[in-house]
């Protein structure tokens, strides 16, 4: 089995600061794709920012140049680090990984059960 772990998320004021983590554990061979989504109140899903193995980076245009994603060099694991925090940022942020197990052939889809962040006065 595989689980990841959000943390980090809190409430923090209008230009305020905070830094998610992901952490994977389970039987994990190797990870493609490390990626944070967001669902905001009555709206889609979306892309936050997403990291290859290959350390290319991608980011939702909303959050592009105020949001940097990471990956930690001992562990399978991600940071979020948000600056500039404004009200429109307040969500549900999920950790999303493309992984392989070990003894599978297939690359499957892991989701983390979501970590909230409130930006407000």
């Known amino acids: 089995q595989v689980q990841l772990v959000e943390s980090g998320g809190g409430l923090v004021q209008p230009g305020g600061s905070l830094r998610l983590s992901c952490a994977a554990s389970g039987s994990i061979f190797s990870i493609n794709v490390m990626a944070w989504y967001r669902r905001a109140p009555g709206k889609e899903r979306e892309l936050v920012a997403a990291i290859t193995t290959d350390g290319r980076t991608d980011y939702g245009d909303s959050v592009k140049g105020r949001f940097t994603i990471s990956r930690a060099n001992a562990k399978n694991t991600i940071h979020l680090q948000m600056n500039n925090l404004a009200p429109d940022d307040t969500a549900i942020y999920y950790c999303?990984?493309?992984?392989?197990?070990?003894?599978?052939?297939?690359?499957?889809?892991?989701w983390g059960q979501g970590t909230q962040v409130t930006v407000s006065s």
């Open positions: 999303n990984f493309l992984l392989k197990r070990y003894n599978m052939d297939s690359i499957r889809e892991y």
